[in-house]
């Protein structure tokens, strides 16, 4: 079955464009997670859904996040406007009800915002 | 605050010996522990899964959980140049249903020929 799918890969935006991420959860997952990380503060949790409903968005970092399950297979995570500061790899991850937890990660995708 | 520590390492050991890396956990509710393997430039992998005290072995992986100590390992043996890596530590919590993980800031491995 295939992973957790990400796109773009790269993303490369000026400052105060709008920029979305995309994330399709391994088939049958019920729960998405979306990640940030950078070097300086690691793997952050930013916000995640069970069966597309948002259940937890504590991590989303201020209102120029925001993040959108429309259906079981897509999650976009949208930042609007974009700073330098958002310069980070943002993963997306995937689990069941029934996997003990276990979280599994997509590729990623690495922001560049100048 | 949940927190979950580990040295950053890094930690350097020759090819064909056992690398030990180790993470404490804040929260004594937390159930489940993972052990994560990033290489540079590439996502989080699953390697190991251990939810009850004791050993778990997997191939050359064994996971160590003391949930009295709030402490949990992971042996690598027979370490080799491809283990090189960062490694880090996830914990669950009662926070929203346990699914939410918080990591470590990870362990750097460094394994020489």
């Known amino acids: 079955d295939a992973g957790v799918i990400q796109s773009p890969r790269h993303e490369v935006t000026e400052m105060g464009q709008e920029v979305t991420l995309r994330c399709k959860p391994i088939?049958?997952?019920?729960?998405l997670f979306w990640y940030r990380q950078t070097m300086m503060r690691g793997l952050e949790l930013l916000i995640y859904f069970n069966n597309n409903v948002p259940i937890d968005d504590s991590g989303m970092p201020e209102d120029r996040f925001s993040a959108k399950m429309p259906n079981a297979s897509f999650s976009t995570l949208k930042i609007q406007p974009s700073e330098p500061r958002d310069s980070a790899v943002y993963f997306c991850?995937?689990?069941?009800?029934?996997?003990?937890?276990?979280?599994?990660f997509g590729p990623g995708t690495r922001l560049t915002v100048t | 605050q949940k927190e979950v520590e580990q040295n950053s390492g890094p930690l350097s050991v020759p090819e064909g010996a056992i690398a030990s890396l180790n993470c404490t956990y804040s929260d004594r509710v937390s159930q489940s522990f993972f052990w994560y393997r990033q290489y540079s430039g590439k996502s989080p992998e699953l390697i190991m899964s251990i939810y009850s005290n004791g050993d778990k072995e997997d191939g050359r992986f064994t996971a160590q959980l003391n949930k009295a100590s709030q402490y949990v390992s992971l042996l690598i043996r027979d370490s080799q140049p491809s283990d090189s890596a960062t490694y880090l530590c996830?914990?669950?919590?009662?926070?929203?249903?346990?699914?939410?993980?918080?990591f470590g800031t990870g362990t750097r491995l460094l394994v020489s020929p």
């Open positions: 991850a995937s689990s069941w009800d029934g996997s003990s937890y276990e979280q599994y």
């Open positions: 088939s049958g997952h019920d729960y």
């Open positions: 996830a914990v669950n919590g009662a926070d929203t249903g346990f699914q939410k993980l918080v």
